[in-house]
DNA sequence: TTTAAGTCCCTATAGACAGCATGTC
DNA sequence: CTATAGGGACTTAAA
């Protein structure tokens, strides 16, 4: 089917497409068309990445949004109606990373008259804005989170894409896109809904679950081969050989990257992605194969490489970040949750520039933007799973996500996906489980309790169900329903779960009828598992109870106190708990450690945590809030490394006081355990607040850069949900939860407070202001400017912004010179560095007693 | 003597959505 | 209840 061909779309849109170079559909979207995608028919296309599925999204979204609400026109001119009579079309995605990308990408349209607008949690454009654009780009969650707030423009939708919709089998967020579509069908039961999905077992169920025809395909616009590396040669599945010697000692691996690199006959150097099984498997090969790829890049390259792990450095003074600008510098890289995203992006972006010749991933990658490559490398398919208690071999449906990354279009002929096998059963093995096979079936995780618990209570609370037949009913609608063999289990889970919720308040029966209470309307609408808001509020109220006793608690400890700071000036370990540590672990140099951040100060007076037990009293502490929400099960909490439960049980008992519940007993193994990776998490909080160095912190936790800004962003957003609870529970404890959020947000200590809320001012240069004396907004007003542009570094641009944000009248730093602020202002440069300098060489020290 | 290869033992284990109100160095 | 790769420390074999 040609292009030009097309009907419904709006005016001008088959003439781009053929403009772009599409004038031929391929044929699983020659096919989709023929199925009425173009005429509002509700798809499931379930095809191989990379062989236009996008392709398939648009025309359903375009042509939904030129044929409008009131009536499909008939006579197929496509002419744009004008303003709100158009349609109004969803494209809901499973990550905020793929927002971004599928934004960027349907914006080509816009001067055709297409608005497209992005939801996430990161990235809002205000409900009103949405409602005037035609195409949006949400995430799953969020789309939930607008149906549960009533968003106005939900009811306009004609269209809706859901992309990746074989993620309904996923534990966790599975259930969360399988309610949505059934709450966005029932909102509209006209919607259009296109879904697209990998090649699954059962593609057919899913359509039959959303009513809709079915295109199921394996064709590709790229030849994929796949095969396994064994010995000295890689058998592919068309029966064809390529030769591929492992030296002795050498690694199956990087001989394949290598091979790949030397390209076939002409100069074409094909780029290879590898996966692996953990973050230090990635950052390991990636150290290997960076002495491949070094040997492969040009000068030119050389040099663009040299600029671009500058740019890594830049991101995050880490160990991580240092180790991915060193094999970036060569060529090569390593990928995976650790990293921040601005690192990844980074990786990203080059590896498409072909700049990066190598990647080692773990699964991140197979899921995320698009990275083709023309090699795929599998080279671990079995990956550690502690409810599995040992190795699991990936999912098949996993592998061939992997798999689909190869080929590259416009540069490759094929792509080549290879598994890697150490003896002749296991490639028999890998050829029937991954090569030869169908991917599983998706199977839907709704009945799980976890999962009913939330959207149980959205869906009484936003009224889509008032008894529990029609909860009942409503489940019905889902894919669930369509395949469980059991229809009782889902009566016996939901009648648990209403159990739960009314047992913690979150709804109530009125004879048959059941209403979310008015906290239970809260909890829906903050997007809060009932359990973490349970938790959360449990904690608040035992705090209020036992508050007078704990505070005292509390004080009764600062005899020990003084004696302590002298000897050890650390600031974010009341007690001696960080001395257990460095004997097992990390190797820290004393009480020096952290003393870059205390030097400047020198009067020790800015000793946040453990001073306000003595002066303020603060009840609930920072600490006891943080464990708090790293209790509930929206925080994604800390292993326990080995060593870790000795220093954790210590530090325990340490803190006893500042904890908002009754500790487990060391008897109840799983909850110790689970409170002490809870408290593994709060401390790495607290050192946060206490403005321990980044590169410090990922030392102590065993974590990456990215891993502090997720636990950051959560502890973030559970404590803002706290605030909301314990003000609508009337609890005085708002005002230290409110400032133990601002605290995280800003990751300060109590004093910086006031400075860090100033626009252009963060952590670290609030901290520089404060040290030369402007210690709070109004100072930032009147104080001497020269010694303001000293603490900045004589940045004057930075800070006329910081000034003007400040208020300050008159915010020129013309004719300033910072040379002429006084003494006490000038940040002891020297003395900070010098200071942390010795803090890292006692850290080495110490690795080697 | 130097270097490569082999062995033993220990350790550690993927990912990332959401409220609200505005902006890091 | 389930496994395995990597790294360090060390030993042994070859040059």
Same mark, same amino acid.
């Given at each position: 089917?040609?292009?030009?061909?097309?009907?419904?779309?709006?005016?001008? *849109?088959?003439?781009?497409?053929?403009?772009?170079? *599409?004038?031929?559909?391929?044929?699983?979207?020659?096919?989709?068309?023929?199925?009425?995608?173009?005429?509002?028919?509700?798809?499931?296309? /379930?095809?191989?990445?990379?062989?236009?599925?996008?392709?398939? $999204?648009?025309?359903?979204?375009?042509?939904?949004?030129?044929?409008?609400?009131?009536?499909?026109?008939?006579?197929?001119?496509?002419?744009?109606?004008?303003?709100?009579?158009?349609?109004?079309?969803?494209?809901?995605?499973?990550?905020?990373?793929?927002?971004?990308?599928?934004?960027?990408?349907?914006?080509?349209?816009?001067?055709?008259?297409?608005?497209?607008?992005? =939801?996430?949690? +990161?990235?809002?454009?205000? @409900?009103?804005?949405?409602?005037?654009?035609?195409? *949006?780009?949400?995430?799953?969650?969020?789309?939930?989170?607008?149906?549960?707030?009533?968003?106005?423009?939900?009811?306009?939708?004609?269209?809706?894409? =859901?992309?990746?919709?074989?993620?309904?089998?996923?534990?966790?967020?599975?259930?969360?896109?399988?309610?949505?579509?059934?709450?966005?069908?029932?909102?509209?039961?006209?919607?259009?809904?296109?879904?697209?999905?990998?090649?699954?077992?059962?593609?057919?169920?899913?359509?039959?679950?959303?009513?809709?025809?079915?295109?199921?395909? &394996?064709?590709?616009?790229?030849?994929?081969?796949?095969?396994?590396?064994?010995?000295? /040669?890689?058998?592919?599945?068309?029966?064809?050989?390529?030769?591929?010697?492992?030296?002795?000692?050498?690694?199956?691996?990087?001989?394949?990257? $290598?091979?790949?690199?030397?390209?076939?006959?002409?100069?074409?150097?094909?780029?290879?992605?590898?996966?692996?099984?953990?973050?230090? +498997?990635?950052?390991?090969?990636?150290?290997?194969?960076?002495?491949?790829?070094?040997?492969?890049?040009?000068?030119?390259?050389?040099?663009?490489?040299?600029?671009?792990?500058?740019?890594?450095?830049?991101?995050?003074?880490?160990?991580?970040?240092?180790?991915?600008?060193?094999?970036?510098?060569?060529?090569?890289?390593?990928?995976?949750?650790?990293?921040?995203?601005?690192?990844?992006?980074?990786?990203?972006?080059?590896?498409?520039?072909?700049?990066?010749?190598?990647?080692?991933?773990?699964?991140?990658?197979?899921?995320?933007?698009?990275?083709?490559?023309?090699?795929?490398?599998?080279? &671990?398919?079995?990956?550690?799973?502690?409810?599995?208690?040992?190795?699991?071999?990936?999912?098949?449906?996993?592998?061939?996500?992997?798999?689909?990354?190869?080929?590259?279009?416009?540069?490759?002929?094929?792509?080549?996906?290879?598994?890697?096998?150490?003896?002749?059963?296991?490639?028999?093995?890998?050829?029937?489980?991954?090569?030869?096979?169908?991917?599983?079936?998706?199977?839907?995780?709704?009945?799980?309790?976890? /999962?009913?618990?939330?959207?149980?209570?959205?869906?009484?609370? =936003?009224?889509?169900?008032?008894?529990?037949?029609?909860?009942?009913?409503?489940?019905?609608?889902?894919?669930?329903?369509?395949?469980?063999?059991?229809?009782?289990?889902?009566?016996?889970?939901?009648?648990?779960?209403?159990?739960?919720?009314?047992?913690?308040?979150?709804?109530?029966?009125?004879?048959?009828?059941?209403?979310?209470?008015?906290?239970?309307?809260?909890?829906?609408?903050? !997007?809060?598992?009932?359990?973490? $808001?349970?938790?959360?509020?449990?904690?608040?109220?035992?705090?209020?109870?036992?508050?007078?006793?704990?505070?005292?608690?509390?004080?009764?400890?600062?005899?020990?106190?003084?004696?302590?700071?002298?000897?050890?000036?650390?600031?974010?370990?009341?007690?001696?708990?960080?001395?257990?540590?460095?004997?097992?672990?990390?190797?820290?140099?004393?009480?020096?450690?952290?003393?870059?951040?205390?030097? @400047?100060?020198?009067?020790?007076?800015?000793? @946040?945590?453990?001073?306000?037990?003595?002066?303020?009293?603060?009840?609930?502490?920072?600490?006891?809030?943080?464990?708090?929400?790293?209790?509930?099960?929206?925080?994604?909490?800390?292993?326990?490394?080995?060593?870790?439960?000795?220093?954790?049980?210590?530090?325990?008992?340490?803190?006893?006081?500042?904890?908002?519940?009754?500790?487990?007993?060391?008897?109840?193994?799983?909850?110790?355990?689970?409170?002490? =990776?809870?408290?593994?998490?709060?401390?790495?909080?607290?050192?946060?607040?206490?403005?321990?160095?980044?590169?410090?912190?990922?030392?102590? !936790?065993?974590?990456?850069?990215?891993?502090?800004?997720?636990?950051?962003?959560? /502890?973030?957003?559970?404590? @803002?949900?706290?605030?909301?609870?314990?003000?609508?529970?009337?609890?005085?404890?708002? !005002?230290?939860?409110?400032?133990?959020?601002?605290?995280?947000? !800003?990751?300060?200590?109590?004093?910086?407070?006031?400075?860090?809320?100033?626009?252009?001012?963060?952590?670290?240069?609030?901290?520089?202001?404060?040290?030369?004396?402007?210690?709070?907004?109004?100072?930032?007003?009147?104080?001497?400017?020269?010694?303001?542009?000293?603490?900045?570094?004589?940045?004057?641009?930075?800070?006329?912004?910081?000034?003007?944000?400040?208020?300050?009248?008159?915010?020129?730093?013309?004719? *300033?010179?910072?040379?002429?602020?006084?003494?006490?202002?000038?940040?002891?440069?020297?003395?900070?560095?010098?200071?942390?300098?010795?803090?890292?060489?006692?850290?080495?020290?110490?690795?080697?007693?």
């Amino acid at each position: 089917m040609r292009t030009a061909d097309l009907t419904g779309l709006p005016t001008g *849109i088959p003439e781009a497409l053929h403009d772009e170079g *599409i004038e031929e559909l391929y044929p699983p979207q020659a096919e989709a068309v023929e199925a009425g995608l173009t005429d509002g028919e509700s798809l499931v296309a /379930a095809v191989p990445t990379a062989s236009g599925k996008t392709l398939v $999204a648009e025309l359903a979204m375009l042509s939904s949004v030129a044929r409008g609400v009131p009536e499909p026109r008939s006579d197929g001119s496509g002419e744009l109606p004008s303003g709100s009579t158009g349609g109004k079309a969803l494209y809901i995605v499973p990550l905020r990373a793929l927002a971004s990308e599928k934004k960027a990408e349907f914006e080509r349209w816009e001067e055709y008259g297409i608005d497209v607008g992005v =939801s996430t949690g +990161n990235y809002e454009s205000s @409900g009103e804005w949405l409602s005037s654009r035609d195409i *949006i780009v949400a995430t799953s969650e969020k789309v939930d989170s607008l149906v549960r707030n009533n968003a106005a423009w939900l009811e306009q939708l004609t269209c809706v894409v =859901s992309d990746e919709v074989h993620l309904v089998d996923d534990r966790h967020r599975g259930p969360t896109l399988e309610v949505t579509l059934a709450k966005l069908r029932r909102l509209n039961p006209d919607l259009q809904v296109v879904a697209l999905s990998a090649t699954v077992g059962n593609a057919g169920e899913v359509a039959d679950w959303l009513d809709a025809e079915l295109v199921h395909s &394996d064709w590709r616009p790229i030849d994929l081969k796949m095969g396994v590396h064994y010995g000295n /040669a890689i058998s592919f599945d068309d029966g064809s050989q390529r030769e591929v010697p492992v030296g002795r000692g050498e690694r199956q691996a990087p001989a394949l990257v $290598a091979d790949a690199l030397d390209g076939d006959d002409d100069d074409d150097q094909g780029s290879s992605l590898v996966f692996v099984n953990s973050r230090r +498997n990635a950052e390991s090969a990636a150290r290997r194969m960076a002495d491949v790829t070094e040997q492969y890049i040009t000068g030119d390259e050389r040099g663009e490489l040299a600029q671009l792990a500058a740019e890594i450095r830049d991101v995050s003074d880490t160990e991580t970040s240092e180790d991915l600008a060193k094999a970036v510098a060569k060529g090569a890289a390593f990928h995976h949750a650790g990293l921040a995203s601005e690192h990844r992006t980074l990786v990203e972006d080059a590896f498409r520039d072909r700049l990066i010749k190598c990647i080692c991933a773990t699964p991140t990658l197979a899921a995320g933007v698009n990275t083709p490559s023309r090699r795929v490398i599998i080279r &671990d398919w079995q990956r550690y799973d502690g409810d599995y208690g040992g190795m699991k071999p990936l999912d098949v449906l996993e592998v061939h996500q992997m798999m689909g990354r190869a080929g590259r279009p416009g540069l490759d002929p094929y792509g080549e996906a290879v598994l890697l096998a150490n003896d002749a059963d296991t490639r028999d093995e890998l050829f029937e489980r991954y090569i030869w096979a169908e991917a599983e079936d998706v199977r839907s995780k709704l009945a799980a309790e976890p /999962a009913l618990r939330t959207h149980l209570l959205a869906t009484v609370a =936003s009224g889509f169900a008032h008894t529990r037949e029609g909860l009942l009913e409503f489940l019905d609608q889902t894919l669930y329903a369509t395949q469980t063999d059991d229809p009782e289990r889902l009566g016996r889970v939901t009648d648990r779960v209403l159990d739960y919720l009314e047992v913690n308040g979150f709804i109530e029966f009125e004879g048959e009828r059941i209403q979310a209470t008015p906290v239970g309307h809260t909890v829906s609408r903050l !997007y809060l598992d009932p359990m973490s $808001a349970a938790e959360i509020i449990d904690g608040l109220e035992w705090g209020a109870k036992h508050r007078s006793e704990k505070l005292r608690a509390l004080a009764g400890e600062t005899p020990e106190k003084p004696k302590q700071r002298t000897d050890a000036d650390a600031d974010d370990a009341p007690g001696g708990f960080q001395r257990a540590s460095e004997m097992v672990s990390t190797g820290d140099g004393g009480g020096s450690d952290d003393g870059a951040d205390d030097s @400047g100060s020198g009067d020790g007076a800015d000793n @946040g945590t453990d001073d306000e037990f003595e002066t303020d009293q603060t009840y609930p502490t920072p600490l006891g809030l943080y464990h708090l929400v790293c209790r509930t099960p929206d925080m994604y909490q800390l292993y326990l490394k080995s060593g870790d439960r000795e220093t954790y049980t210590e530090l325990c008992y340490e803190r006893e006081p500042e904890f908002l519940g009754r500790v487990p007993t060391e008897y109840e193994d799983v909850a110790f355990e689970d409170w002490l =990776s809870a408290l593994k998490t709060a401390k790495l909080l607290e050192d946060w607040v206490g403005e321990v160095d980044e590169d410090r912190i990922t030392e102590r !936790y065993g974590v990456g850069p990215g891993d502090i800004r997720g636990k950051v962003d959560t /502890a973030e957003w559970l404590l @803002g949900a706290a605030e909301r609870l314990a003000s609508e529970l009337d609890l005085d404890s708002v !005002y230290a939860v409110r400032e133990a959020k601002k605290r995280v947000e !800003y990751g300060v200590r109590e004093e910086l407070l006031n400075l860090a809320g100033v626009r252009g001012v963060g952590r670290k240069r609030a901290r520089r202001l404060f040290e030369a004396g402007v210690e709070t907004r109004s100072d930032l007003r009147e104080a001497d400017k020269s010694r303001i542009l000293a603490a900045l570094r004589g940045r004057r641009k930075t800070a006329e912004n910081i000034l003007e944000a400040a208020g300050r009248k008159d915010p020129s730093m013309d004719d *300033i010179d910072e040379s002429d602020a006084p003494e006490d202002a000038v940040p002891d440069d020297s003395g900070f560095e010098t200071a942390k300098e010795r803090a890292d060489q006692q850290a080495s020290l110490g690795d080697f007693e």
